[in-house]
């Protein structure tokens, strides 16, 4: 059996609380808006393996040697791109320790990095392409400022359902205090 599984960051309650405030406070938009139990920030994109338990004792060899670190979210937009966006998320600024982290992870699983530049980014709703023009009349920009502090991150599986994706977190990895 395949699983699909990739490595991200949990969002702590707290910044859950501020996202779904702004939420409330800001839009009535006819997208699909994320499950705050399943907000995360990606590490690496999913990719498949048939046994999560060797990737689970790879990750194991990364615990405890990378610094905890803060992300400062500045600003909600559309993405990827603005021409056609899919998605309204909230983009960080980059953050040593995460890109650090990013390449421990790429480097113990063999994981080829990507091409395309690393964006932090948390995705909070998913836009219908039926629905674009109306998302792209709304002025994003106001600045926000959610800050979360990550002393682990987790390996995740997701599963493709037709009502949406369905996670799992299959093991969290400390980083170092």
Do not use: C
């Amino acid at each position: 059996m395949k699983y699909r599984i990739f490595t991200a960051l949990e969002i702590s309650s707290d910044m859950k609380n501020e996202i779904l405030n702004w939420k409330n406070s800001n839009f009535k938009l006819p997208v699909k808006w994320i499950d705050p139990k399943n907000l995360h920030i990606t590490i690496t994109p999913p990719f498949y393996t048939e046994s999560p338990k060797e990737i689970i004792e790879k990750l194991k060899l990364l615990s405890g040697k990378i610094l905890s670190f803060d992300l400062k979210f500045t600003k909600v937009s559309t993405g990827p791109k603005n021409v056609r966006p899919r998605l309204i998320w909230a983009v960080g600024e980059e953050s040593e320790e995460l890109i650090k982290l990013k390449s421990e992870i790429e480097n113990v699983l063999g994981l080829k990095p990507e091409k395309r530049k690393f964006v932090v980014h948390l995705t909070l709703a998913r836009i219908n392409p039926e629905n674009i023009r109306f998302v792209k009349m709304i002025r994003f920009g106001k600045r926000i400022n959610w800050i979360g502090h990550f002393d682990n991150f987790v390996l995740t599986e997701s599963k493709l359902k037709p009502e949406g994706v369905k996670y799992n977190i299959l093991k969290k990895i400390s980083l170092q205090m």
